[in-house]
């Protein structure tokens, strides 16, 4: 006799990068101004990192900050590895 399976349904994600965060007036300008998981800022900002072709041609773990993008680095270039870190001080 099979046994049934007797599954939870996933509950929804809700804390780490999955809690809704509300960025700045600076961050909101590019990812809009909802409240929004963290996965979906970094997200939204590589959209608008790839739209905008604003990493470095010779080295792509590079991007070279546009004037929106400077407001929330504090200078004309970051790594991607650190971009996070800038990002975590424009949300709340």
């Not at 604003?54 to 790594?79: H, T, Y």
Request: net charge positive; proline share 4%.
């Amino acid at each position: 006799m099979a046994k049934e399976a007797t599954k939870k349904p996933a509950a929804a994600k809700t804390g780490g990068i999955h809690k809704p965060v509300t960025p700045s007036a600076d961050l909101g300008a590019i990812v809009g101004a909802g409240a929004m998981p963290r996965s979906e800022i970094v997200s939204k900002l590589w959209e608008y990192i790839k739209k905008n072709n604003l990493q470095d041609s010779k080295d792509k773990r590079q991007i070279n900050a546009d004037a929106k993008l400077e407001k929330i680095f504090g200078k004309k270039q970051v790594s991607m590895f650190e971009m996070n870190k800038h990002v975590s001080a424009h949300v709340k």
